[in-house]
T-cell receptor, first 115, second 114 residues
Framework: GAVVSQHPSWVICKSGTSVKIECRSLDFQATTMFWYRQFPKQSLMLMAT?????????EQGVEKDKFLINHASLTLSTLTVTSAHPEDSSFYIC???????????FGSGTQLSVL | DAKTTQPTSMDCAEGRAANLPCNHS???????VYWYRQIHSQGPQYIIH???NNETNEMASLIITEDRKSSTLILPHATLRDTAVYYC???????????????FGQGTELSVKP
């Protein structure tokens, strides 16, 4: 199957700082990538859809100025958590669409801890 | 997209078949059934999908009832590594549908025991 690489696997930061998470499709081009967030013992919650060369589409209730998404190439999408606070601590997962009909392949996730 | 209902948790003995049910009584004719699983602290993994015919691949089998209101994922010989949360998702699969996003429900936590 297609490989999606996510980096870093985990990050610890101080409150008020910004954190960037990278999502790469290693062996295919992904015009569309998706960002999810998952709190402990809960299911994945879709945050936004990242489209190459255009603005991301955010789900209702997700602050676009808080979670900046950039999809500048067909193999890379980035999520930047700006001015992170402890409540932003979560498991962030990206995915990319490959093949038909529209299977999604997921990265291994990034555990963010904000102190 | 149609809503799905799955049991919260299930146990299965190692080496036995694991049968995971999913109800999707409001499914539409153009909606597929997808199954993904998530092993603890990892990203979800695609398992299988189908429209109305039963499907089988190297990981599992998917049995969809004739009225398509429910389905069962079958892991024929469960191993300890199959312990995970299994998600049943129903959605339209075409290039015009909202860019292909998947909405996850709560899933079934499958525990495979020795």
């Amino acid at each position: 199957g297609a490989v999606v690489s996510q980096h870093p696997s985990w990050v610890i930061c101080k409150s008020g700082t910004s954190v960037k998470i990278e999502c790469r499709s290693l062996d295919f081009q992904a015009t569309t990538m998706f960002w999810y967030r998952q709190f402990p013992k809960q299911s994945l919650m879709l945050m936004a859809t990242s489209n190459e060369g255009s603005k991301a589409t955010y789900e209702q209730g997700v602050e676009k100025d808080k979670f900046l998404i950039n999809h500048a190439s067909l193999t890379l999408s980035t999520l930047t958590v700006t001015s992170a606070h402890p409540e932003d601590s979560s498991f962030y997962i990206c995915s990319a669409k490959f093949g038909g009909p529209e299977k999604l392949f997921f990265g291994s996730g990034t555990q963010l801890s904000v102190l | 997209d149609a809503k799905t209902t799955q049991p919260t948790s299930m146990d299965c003995a190692e080496g036995r078949a694991a049968n995971l049910p999913c109800n999707h009584s409001t499914i539409s004719g153009n909606e597929y059934v997808y199954w993904y699983r998530q092993i603890h602290s990892q990203g979800p993994q695609y398992i299988i999908h189908g429209l109305k015919n039963n499907e089988t691949n190297e990981m599992a089998s998917l049995i969809i009832t004739e009225d398509r209101k429910s389905s069962t994922l079958i892991l024929p010989h469960a191993t300890l590594r199959d312990t995970a949360v299994y998600y049943c998702i129903v959605r339209v699969a075409n290039i015009y549908n909202q860019g292909g996003k998947l909405i996850f429900g709560q899933g079934t936590e499958l525990s495979v025991k020795p």
